[in-house]
């Protein structure tokens, strides 16, 4: 194989098989179990991916797609070895057109890098996974983020992909225009669809001006549960708000140790909004809101958002050596409050170590437990935890995952949410990856 792979990329610095680059390439964050790709090559051309897929797909060598890593469902990890391909020197921005609000992308590119090129120019792009992950991992994901309650995820980004099919095919789909009703949607399918359809080489997706007026405000409030009726109070009356996320006692605790912050060490929503702030205020007051803040000044909403983004890595700080576990349910806004208040009482019961946050504007939250993935009781308690929370969402109209995707460690609850759609998602994977090379195990139960 790696002959093939270096008469393919003739650049022995391309192609690893080196310990520590396979160990990266086949463990992500998570508790799931690593397992090694055989190589790790780094295309840096379209043409590159083309000739290694097609190579992989006449040899029945699986071709696992890898971004940033970040992704937390077992998402990167080649269950079957085979090549990592880490597209993570085709990183060139190619294009930002303001007067279109659109960017021209390669896959490797990371959010930062995209905010940092079309900052220049007045525009951003709004989908914050608070990772610093790359453009097609968070397509390959439909990523959402602290932002998507105002603009939208991944989907409503992505206006035209390049894209190579297993058998090394290329295919473009999309146009630069903002909308098109031509034919199945195919850029919707590959968005979401983790590496198992294809491999994204471009991508086009939209921009937003950056906006003038922001006020970002921090209430505290006794419990979860009022900080998420507060959440909900907020958004049905139809504030303009562009963030809201909570915090519960737990995480702000982790956030002060890690940050050197001094928040109160109480449930917060951090609110975003370009609306009326006293509005929000008034709100979160009605529903026990103990303390009120707010804030414009650009530097001090940069240090709260950052606050915020650091969450994940501040409880795993807790517990050094730990994995993260963390579910990902999103259910309708009426429902949500009550979901945590069942989540955290699991928790409370569990006598596990973990914290709950929440993209509460979209009914979305995480409990994050901190496991030694070694112990295998309290992987089994998280685990049982994990099911419950989910079986909760599906009842109350919701989704077993909200943003974070089904790699291969949400599957079962893939085909508990959708089991009749289970044969189709079967045809599909089989149409486009008929041997099955891509990212095999992943997604299709
Ligand atoms: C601290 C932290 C916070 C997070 N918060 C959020 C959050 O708020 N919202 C959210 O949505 N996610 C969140 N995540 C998860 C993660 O950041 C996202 O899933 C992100 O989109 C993954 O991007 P990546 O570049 O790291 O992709 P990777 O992890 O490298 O890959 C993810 C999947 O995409 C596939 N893939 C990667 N590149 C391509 C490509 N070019 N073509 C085809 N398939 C490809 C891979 O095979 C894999 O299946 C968080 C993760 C961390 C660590």
């Not at 909900?232 to 562009?242: F, H, P, Y």
Request: proline fraction near 6%; aromatic fraction near 4%; include cysteine.
């Amino acid at each position: 194989m790696r002959a093939e792979l270096l008469r393919i990329v003739p650049d022995e610095s391309r192609v690893s098989e080196v310990g520590s680059v396979l160990e990266q390439h086949g463990a992500d964050l998570s508790y799931h179990a690593p397992h090694l790709p055989d190589a790790v090559v780094y295309p840096v051309s379209t043409d590159e991916v083309r000739a290694i897929v097609a190579y992989a797909n006449e040899s029945r060598v699986p071709v696992v797609p890898f971004g940033a890593g970040t992704s937390l469902e077992g998402h990167v990890i080649p269950l079957r070895g085979g090549i990592s391909l880490d597209l993570t020197r085709m990183n060139r921005v190619l294009a930002v057109r303001p007067a279109d609000l659109t960017a021209t992308v390669q896959p490797g590119v990371t959010r930062s890098q995209l905010e940092a090129t079309a900052g220049p120019h007045g525009l951003w792009f709004p989908v914050d996974p608070g990772a610093d992950a790359t453009l097609g991992g968070m397509a390959a994901t439909n990523a959402s983020g602290t932002t998507t309650v105002r603009y939208g995820g991944m989907r409503a980004h992505v206006l035209a992909l390049e894209v190579v099919l297993a058998d090394g095919t290329v295919v473009r789909t999309g146009t630069r225009a903002v909308k098109t009703s031509a034919g199945y949607d195919l850029t919707g399918l590959f968005v979401g669809s983790e590496g198992t359809l294809g491999v994204i080489t471009e991508l086009t997706v939209r921009l937003r001006p950056i906006p003038d007026e922001v006020v970002v405000a921090r209430a505290s409030f006794p419990s979860v549960e009022s900080a998420c009726r507060a959440a909900a109070a907020i958004m049905g009356a139809g504030v303009l708000v562009t963030r809201c996320e909570l915090l519960d006692a737990v995480t702000i605790g982790a956030l002060n140790a890690y940050r050197g912050t001094s928040f109160p060490e109480s449930p917060y929503l951090f609110i975003e909004t370009s609306g009326d702030v006293e509005a929000v205020r008034e709100l979160a007051v009605d529903e026990g809101a103990t303390a009120f803040e707010s804030e414009t000044d650009p530097a001090a909403r940069t240090r709260m958002w950052d606050a915020r983004h650091n969450a994940l890595h501040a409880s795993l700080a807790l517990a050094p050596g730990a994995k993260a576990m963390t579910t990902d349910v999103a259910v309708p806004f009426s429902e949500l409050a009550a979901a945590m208040e069942h989540a955290r009482s699991l928790l409370d019961a569990s006598g596990l170590r973990g914290g709950i946050v929440g993209h509460v504007g979209d009914g979305n939250f995480h409990v994050a437990f901190l496991l030694d993935p070694s112990d295998g009781e309290s992987v089994a308690r998280a685990e049982a935890l994990n099911a419950a929370v989910v079986e909760d969402a599906l009842a109350r109209g919701g989704t077993c995952t909200g943003e974070h995707g089904i790699g291969h460690g949400k599957l079962a609850y893939l085909a508990g949410e959708h089991g009749d759609l289970v044969p189709l998602y079967r045809g599909i994977k089989e149409l486009f990856d008929p041997k099955g090379i891509l990212n095999p195990g992943k997604v299709v139960p």
